[in-house]
Every structure is written in structure tokens, then in C-alpha cells.
């Protein structure tokens, strides 16, 4: 067992008997076999269980089923298919991922990073490989949303969410904190899964703890402002990307332009240089929030942040604020706008990657690029994921993925890059995979075109995409496909693809309904998809106390669904990739079908998906008809894997027909004469 964790362990076996006499979990978390549980009539699908022994048990599980390191394995040399490989991602909010009503009558309690711990082996289960979890930062106390605020207003890069402490520990210290988070990751190791932590760089919380140090590293407006705050609107215009010189002359041509910069300020300590330095000294000594401070004294705060993209209808992020990385204007806007202007932010200064100033802030760029490498080092997390990492400079980003990777040239890096045409780009500054756009392309499955667009972006990407059905900004899966034959359609199509990375946000296994939150493709009315009497309905879990609902029996279907999925994927994945997806798979009407083969030409093999788009009707298929014949000649017979939502290992004849319910799937492979 590693250091950390023989840590915790031991702490647990101190604390074992005080307190937590009653303490309930899902039956679910119990996917190691912990035999000392009682259960109560009264709470079905849960277990009552003594909580040091409980979690004891779940480190020594883990210690016990550890996997050896790959014989030869070497650390310092980085390859494209051993650095991100064939994985299964999941995706992990930990505040609302273990949170549970332990005690009965008593308080929502947060997820923690002890009970995440505990709940590895059932995510092994769903053959993932790379957990990814949302950031996991202190939060912002000012202009924070909901009972809890965003995991995205970051207030302090450099410190852990208190709230990931579990009390069984003991009492919270930074040191105590820092030591769970790194079990965490000891044992995710021990199982093999790598970590991935999530970043956010374009924009930190409105009372973000460098304001005390570095005020000019913000955008500040009057506070009088502060409830009317907007980016200007283009009459007539769509949503669009700020992209081109046109877009930048619509931008500054906004008659709201001139009232929008009207509201922006100095930062205080150009204001007032002695007031400000008397101002933190106040803050030293008293402890005070430092925007508090800044508002009643200097009559400023921090802007609101927004999208950087025109026209879009997300309200502005009052959360969130961004920072300043130039100094100066790029030059296109310096046309449009007065010397004296004070620092502002529009849409395109949003896009650093498209429109850069020419006097860098380096020592804002410094404190950024030493982020990940910190937490590389310190806790030995294995990737990361940067938020709005299309819209950092190309110069930065470069420079935080090569000093990480100075000291693991196989940490994974992950762009929030949604435009598939941009994949060559990110792949040049270093990215390893980006989030495309697959979640939007799904919902328009059994549509005319479907297939062709979404071949066509899995064959153009310069880099592997996110597979998500949905992302943590998008409404649940099982909102957008209410089918469960569609559901199995789109997850095993979805683990299938070549250059896709397979992602379960968490509670899509729970085919929760629920969003995490209503960033993209949705309103407001998004947050009310559960029933009236659900405990839950209404609350957000990036910004509201939310448990998953790990009862509900929907899950009897999607975790066997996914298990399935992920040992066809792994049994199959060497076969998953572009140059081996056949151009033609001949001339059968397509309308009714989503197919597509792989055939390895070298080893003589092939693969064959077959799925009915259809839900109202059966339609039959002869696999013959559906691979070209300079394939089909190479062997005689195919061998049925995967059919009836079941496991199969059925000879198959190319001209045999096969009846497909509606929405089912028909896996076949084949060995040919090579």
C-alpha cells in the first residue's frame, strides 16, 4: 500500500467507534464485497454499514488488487498511441458524486475524496481507465450561484475545496486535505486508472485571491453597473464565433459599444495607490474578503464574465471574471477605441488565441504555467484539461504543456475545443485530444445526413474527440434519448468509433435526467426536468447541495450496458481506427441503417457494426450486402459477437439475414486469408 494511503487507513483505524453509529450508503458503492452491513426495511437500495471498517475495507480491496506496472514500460518516452491509447474517460463532479444522506434525518453531506476512494472499483467495473475529475479548487464567496457556487469560479489555484474533506478523518487541516486528494490518486494508480484534473485559466472567481496582490491582473467596472452588466448585442446577427475582421468591425460598430466601455475603471491601485496599499492592509489584518473591501471602498468590482461567442444567450457568468494576460489592445481593435480607455473586455479580447496584444502580463503567464506542473509534481495527477483552452494565447499553452510534460512527457492534455476544424491547431501547440462536438451530433442520429457528418468529423479530426453523449454542460442523455433501444445504440456506437475517446459524465450510468448545469444547449426551464416532488428537483449540481439518484432502478439497465461495451471496446480497439474504415460499404439502402466496417488489411481482419435507426419498425440486413466484396472474398464466414443485448460467439454465414429489432445493434468481426 503507498504512503497516503496507509495514511488514511490508519487514521480511519484511530477514529473507528466515534460517532457515525447509523450511517446508510447506496448498495451500489459496495462493488468490493463488504460483508458487515445490516440492511433496514425502511431504506431499500441502501446498506447500513460501521464507516471506518467500511472504507478500511474498500484501501485494503484496492491494495489487494493493485496491477503491476507493464514490464518495460518507460515513463520518459512519449508515443501518440501509448499516451492516450484506446481509454474509457469518466467524468466526476466529487462534491456531488458521493454525497448521501448518512445519516437518518441529518444533513446532505458532500462527496468526498474517501468516499470517491471507495467507489473506484465499481467505476473499474465500467472499464474506465482515465477519471477525470471537474476542478476541485476553492471556490468564490462573492457573486457565487446557488447554495454552493461553480467549481469554475476558482478563488486560490493553489488550494483544495475544503468540502472534499470527509470528517471521518478527523478534523480539517490544508496538510490533512492534501493528503486525501493524493490517496486518492495512490489508488487510482493501484487499480491502473490515470487521473485528469480539470483547469480553468481564462477567468477565476470575481474575489479571486490575487486582487490583494495583483489588481491589474482584472477588469473592473463601476459598481453602480454591477446589476445591468451586459456585452453588447449586433442587431440582426446570429450566434456566431468571433473569427474574422468582419466580426471584430460588427463587434466595435455596436451602437452599445460606447455605453458598454464607459463602464469599465482603472484597477483601485491605479486609482488610488496609497488607498489600496492601506486598503490590504486592512485585508491582512482583518482577515476580510478583498472585494468586499474594494466595493465599499473604492465603489469598483471585478466584471462578470460572459461567452466569447457573439450574440450567444448564456446570461453573463456573474461568478466568474476573466484575466487580464496583455496589457495593451490588439491592433485591430486599437481603431475602434480612445488611448484613455481603461482595461476592458469584449468577445474578442476573450479569444486570446485569435487576438493577442503585443505587451504579454508575464507575470500573469508565469503564475499560470506553474499551475500544472505543481500538481503534477505534488500529487502526481496524470493529465489535465483546459477550460477555454481555445481561447489562451498558443505561446502559453505551449509553454504550460512543455514544462509539465519536462517532467512526464506522457501527461495527457485536453483541449475544451469544440470545432473539429481547429483539431490541427491544438494538436500543433500539444493537445492530445479536444471535446468536439460529437454530444450535438447525436442528438440528430436517425436523421438524413447523420452518418455522413459524423464520419466526416472522425475522419478530419487532426486529433481522437471526446465520445460524450453528454457533457457536464449539456443536458443528461437520457433526456435526449428517452429510448432505451436508442440509448444502447448510441452507447455502443459511441465506443466504437475510431479516433473517439468514450466519456461517462457521471450519473449518466444512473441515467440520471438531471443536468449538472445549463451552459450549453439549454434554458432555464432545463433545471426542471425531474418531478416536483423529487428532493432534488429544481437544484443544479455545479452550484447546489445534489445527490445522483443511485436507487433508482433505471441503472439496471445502463451499468450492464456499459460493461459490455467497454470489453467489446477493449477486446477490439486495435481494430478502431481511421485508415481502417472501409470507403465504401457498398450500395444497400442506408436510411434505416447506421453501419460501418474496419478491416485491418495487414492481419486480415474485420469488423462490422450494424444498427437499426429506426424505433417504430424491424428491419432486416444481410451483412453481405454491406461490405465491399474485395473484403467479403477474403474470408467465409463471420463470427457474431454482439446481438439481443447479449454477448455472442455465433458463427455467422455473409449470406445469412439477420432480423434487427428497433434501435438494435449487431456486432460481427471476421479473420480473412491474409
Keep these: 500500500m503507498m504512503t497516503n494511503l496507509k495514511m488514511v487507513s490508519a487514521e480511519l483505524e484511530r477514529n473507528q467507534g466515534q460517532g457515525a453509529s447509523r450511517y446508510y450508503l447506496p448498495a451500489v458503492w459496495n462493488s468490493f464485497g463488504f460483508k458487515e452491513y445490516m440492511i433496514d426495511p425502511d431504506r431499500p437500495g441502501e446498506i447500513r454499514v460501521e464507516p471506518y471498517r467500511y472504507y478500511r475495507a474498500a484501501i485494503r480491496f ?49 462527496g468526498t475524496f474517501l468516499k470517491t476512494i471507495a467507489l473506484l472499483p465499481h467505476l473499474q467495473s ?67 486508472l490515470r487521473v485528469m484534473l480539470d483547469f480553468v485559466f481564462r477567468t477565476a472567481a470575481r474575489d479571486n485571491d490575487l486582487i490583494a496582490t495583483h489588481p491589474e491582473w482584472f477588469y473592473w467596472i463601476g459598481l453602480e453597473h454591477i446589476g445591468t452588466f451586459t456585452p453588447p ?95 495593451d489592445l490588439h491592433p485591430r481593435a486599437r481603431k475602434y477605441v480612445a488611448p484613455e480607455q481603461p482595461p476592458y473586455v469584449l468577445q474578442d479580447v476573450a479569444c486570446l488565441n485569435l487576438y493577442r ?21 505534488k500529487f502526481g495527477i496524470d493529465g489535465a484539461r483546459i477550460d477555454m483552452g481555445h481561447a489562451l494565447p498558443s505561446e502559453l499553452t505551449q509553454a504550460i504543456i512543455a514544462q509539465t510534460r519536462a517532467c512526464d512527457p506522457n501527461f495527457i492534455f485536453w483541449s475544451e475545443e469544440f470545432d473539429v476544424k481547429n483539431t490541427r491547431a491544438a494538436k500543433a501547440d500539444g493537445y492530445d485530444l479536444v471535446t468536439g462536438d460529437l454530444w450535438q451530433l447525436y ?23 471526446t465520445g460524450a453523449l453528454e457533457l457536464p454542460d449539456t443536458p443528461r442523455a437520457a433526456w435526449y434519448h428517452p429510448e432505451q433501444n436508442r440509448l444502447e445504440s448510441m452507447v455502443l456506437l459511441n465506443y466504437f468509433l475510431p479516433n473517439v475517446v468514450p466519456f461517462v459524465n457521471s450519473g449518466m450510468e444512473l441515467l ?26 429544481g437544484k443544479l449540481p455545479f452550484f447546489d447541495r445534489y445527490r445522483l439518484h443511485w436507487l433508482q432502478e433505471e441503472q439496471n439497465f445502463m451499468v450492464p450496458l456499459l460493461r459490455m461495451a467497454a470489453v467489446l471496446r477493449t477486446r477490439f480497439c486495435h481494430l478502431l481506427k481511421v485508415n481502417f474504415l472501409c470507403k465504401d460499404c457498398g450500395r444497400f439502402p442506408r436510411k434505416a441503417l447506421l453501419y460501418f466496417a474496419c478491416w485491418d488489411e495487414r492481419r486480415g481482419e474485420l469488423l462490422v457494426y450494424i444498427a437499426n435507426q429506426k424505433l417504430g419498425k424491424q428491419v432486416t440486413v444481410t451483412f453481405g450486402q454491406l461490405v465491399p466484396a ?16 447479449q454477448l455472442r460467439e455465433e458463427r455467422f454465414s455473409w449470406r445469412e439475414r439477420q432480423l434487427l429489432a428497433p434501435g438494435e445493434v449487431v456486432i460481427a468481426v471476421g479473420k480473412g486469408r491474409v
Design 62 to 110: 484496492i491494495a489487494a488488487h493493485a496491477r503491476p506496472a507493464k514490464a518495460g514500460e518507460d515513463n520518459q518516452v512519449r508515443t501518440d498511441e501509448k499516451t492516450v491509447g484506446h481509454p474509457i474517460m469518466y467524468g466526476a463532479f466529487l462534491r456531488t458524486l458521493t454525497a448521501w444522506n448518512h445519516d437518518p434525518g441529518g444533513p446532505l453531506e458532500s
Design 126 to 192: 465500467l472499464g474506465v481507465e482515465i477519471l477525470y475529475l471537474l476542478p476541485i479548487f476553492v471556490g468564490g464567496e462573492k457573486y457565487k450561484k446557488g447554495e454552493l457556487g461553480s467549481p469554475y469560479a476558482v478563488k486560490n489555484y493553489y488550494q483544495l475545496d475544503p468540502t472534499l474533506h470527509d470528517p471521518l478523518l478527523g478534523t480539517l487541516t490544508p496538510s490533512r486535505l492534501e493528503t486525501e486528494f493524493k490517496a486518492l490518486i495512490e489508488a487510482c494508480h493501484l487499480l491502473g
Design 233 to 327: 448585442v449586433i442587431k440582426r446577427a446570429k450566434k456566431l464565433p468571433i473569427r474574422s475582421e468582419n466580426k471584430v468591425e460588427l463587434l466595435y460598430n455596436s451602437p452599445d459599444l460606447k455605453g458598454y466601455l464607459a463602464q469599465f475603471r482603472p484597477a483601485p491601485n491605479i486609482i488610488d495607490p496609497v488607498k489600496w496599499e492601506n486598503l490590504c492592509a486592512k485585508q491582512r489584518q482583518t482577515g476580510a474578503n478583498i472585494l468586499d473591501l474594494v466595493e465599499k471602498e473604492f465603489n469598483l468590482t471585478t466584471t462578470p464574465g460572459f461567452s466569447d461567442v457573439i450574440c450567444d444567450a448564456q446570461p453573463p457568468w456573474t461568478d466568474a471574471t476573466y484575466l487580464r494576460f496583455y496589457f
Design 357 to 377: 496584444g503585443e505587451n504579454p502580463n508575464w507575470d500573469l503567464w508565469q503564475y499560470i504555467r506553474n499551475i500544472v506542473p505543481y500538481y503534477q509534481q
Design 443 to 465: 442528438k440528430k442520429v436517425g436523421e438524413k445526413g447523420f452518418c455522413r457528418h459524423l464520419f466526416t468529423r472522425v475522419r478530419t479530426a487532426a486529433l481522437p474527440l
Design 512 to 537: 440520471e435526467k438531471q443536468p449538472m448545469n445549463l451552459g450549453l444547449d439549454n434554458t432555464e426551464a432545463g433545471r426542471f426536468v425531474l418531478p416536483a416532488t423529487d428532493p432534488m428537483y
Design 630 to 645: 474485395k473484403v467479403r472474398t477474403k474470408m467465409d464466414e463471420l463470427t457474431l459477437v454482439y446481438a439481443g443485448r
